[in-house]
């Protein structure tokens, strides 16, 4: 009877442990903007391909959104700052299966192509 609480504690520890969502592997690249001028970009670039915009957030650097047309079709864009200029990174979650990174190129050269400076 001593056992059973021991017992059930260990049982919830190995249920958070797989409950516990992996981190979702995403594509970078540094482009030479501010992270403001980055989300700026990137929330334009997703409302033209037909993402609906759950969540844009400034002060996280984060933009998630919704494939209008493929439900379950989730986009999660993240901007951060480095040493010169910033970070861009995409990830995403089809259903319970992660997006393959390289899924996001397109997304990211055109994004990279507006951030780029006029000449």
Known sequence: MKRLPIL???????????TTSM??????????????????????????????????????GRIDAVRAARPGYVVHYKVREATTGTWVALSGRRGNDAIEPHRFDPL??????RLEPVQ
């Open 8 to 18: 059930l504690l260990l049982g919830l520890a190995l249920t958070a442990c797989a």
């Open 23 to 60: 981190p979702l592997p995403d594509r970078q690249v540094r482009v030479e903007a501010s992270t403001e001028r980055a989300l700026e970009v990137g929330l334009d670039v997703l409302v033209e391909r037909g993402f609906v915009i759950r969540l844009a957030d400034v002060g996280l």
């Open 108 to 113: 990211l050269t055109e994004i990279a192509t």
